[in-house]
């Protein structure tokens, strides 16, 4: 298995319902494709399969990817105002530095 418990995976979003994936083939159904194109992470590994916290399913190697976890924003108003805070940061080291330089 490439797959460990911890690892963040994305459900393949290109996945074909009544198609069969793995060496241990798992069966995708129609259920089942509603979790593709969603992340989650590895809960539990058997030899044949991975439980991935999306959907009560098991997924093969086949049928997922390994992502990358971005860090949520949250609401738009506390990424604004985190940005906001960057600037006024940045303004202030100018002004440091102009007032070594210059009265200000």
């Given at each position: ?36 194109g969603k992340t ?61 330089h210059y009265e200000?």
């Open positions: 298995m490439m797959f460990k418990i911890g690892d963040y995976v994305r459900i393949r979003d290109d996945l074909i319902v009544g198609e069969t994936y793995g060496a241990y083939p798992i069966f995708l159904t129609p259920e089942m494709k509603k979790c593709c989650g992470t590895v809960t539990e590994v058997s030899k044949e399969a991975l439980a991935v916290k999306v959907g009560d399913w098991w997924w093969s190697e086949l049928m997922v990817r390994h992502a990358t976890q971005e860090k949520p924003q949250g609401s738009l108003w506390g990424f604004v105002m985190s940005k906001l805070d960057e600037a006024d940061e940045a303004l202030q080291a100018v002004k440091n530095v102009l007032a070594c200000v």
